[in-house]
């Protein structure tokens, strides 16, 4: 399974805002939007075997499962509409217990952090970075786990943590990309990878 | 240089359209909208040295030029603002030339195969195919131009016009992708080959 954190620093966490200003009265949301398209789309099929995480102002995650996703479409308005309902959601989402807010899309209680430990502890957490290894050079992990900013760096506090989580360093090319690109260009190369292997 | 045509079969040709609804009412302008962003979007940049051509509905063609655009933001409701703008100045448009609605963004009355003709003459016309060379194996053109549709597979004409018009055959894994993450993708290899040559 191939899994994807997007930290979404200024992103709401309350069902407040509106569809028409998701990238300004709701704190760039459309980035997050535009990630969870990236994760999931094929031409013509969702991707089955991804999960992708958001986390909501270090507060809410919503995880998106790629075997269960029914009403996903590729646009941001409407995925912006996915995630308001999962905060609709938010007062069943108790402990580390989701609220699922509609098929393959839940809510949970829980910051940057405290997802970032239970992806890793059942993949393999690879950092991007621009000192680190080529991608090509490096073989691809079986789980792997990509962890990504919006359009924000990450807290030091969550480059701290995500340092000492990562498995792997790796740089997806000489320039640095946006998030939603970064898993584009992550999903080619395993692609790629798993088409040449067997 | 690097070209991307991306022809939009259901797309407006005029700018009676809400921003409220691209993905439905509006023929699906989300798709285009996605495409301009993974033309031009860095992290923190523009790619300066890409030129995007949205076809509408074979009619019209606007044009997005990375060396001189100014305001194109990321979200897909802002592009769909700045098509709606190119649209309004449709009167303007006369024989093939243009009107600049906004820094970067002119509308020219052309439709596939004259946009087509037009930039095939100062690139080399690169056709994404399944059944293409792994991108990997291909020497990069200097002056690439990718041809992409939107959700909808092209026509037997411009299939035709592409056929006639292609230098290369490549793909670019072995996933179909959609024209906006085929960009991202494209852009990456592009990147990572002229990085590696220098």
Chains 1, 2 share one sequence.
Do not use: W
Request: aromatic share 6%; charged share 25%; net charge negative.
């Amino acid at each position: 399974m191939r899994q994807f954190i997007i930290t979404g620093h200024d992103a709401p966490t309350t069902p407040e805002f509106s569809l028409d200003d998701i990238a300004g009265g709701a704190g760039r949301l459309d980035v997050l939007c535009r990630c969870v398209n990236s994760a999931f789309f094929l031409s013509h099929a969702i991707r089955e075997d991804v999960r992708a995480h958001l986390v909501l102002g270090d507060e809410y995650t919503v995880r998106f499962e790629g075997a269960e996703l029914r009403r996903l479409n590729p646009d941001e308005r409407s995925t912006a509409a996915l995630i308001r309902k999962a905060l609709d959601a938010r007062d069943e989402a108790i402990g580390h217990m989701p609220a699922e807010s509609s098929p393959g899309v839940s809510l949970y209680r829980m910051g940057f952090e405290a997802t970032l430990d239970s992806v890793a502890a059942e993949s393999t957490v690879v950092q991007l970075h621009e000192d680190g290894d080529p991608v090509v050079d490096v073989d691809p992990p079986e789980d792997p786990a990509f962890i990504l900013s919006d359009h924000h760096n990450f807290t030091d506090e969550e480059a701290e943590a995500l340092a000492a989580a990562a498995d792997e360093r790796v740089r997806l090319g000489p320039e640095i990309l946006h998030a939603d690109h970064a898993i584009t260009v992550a999903h080619n190369y395993l692609d790629t990878d798993a088409y040449t292997r067997y």
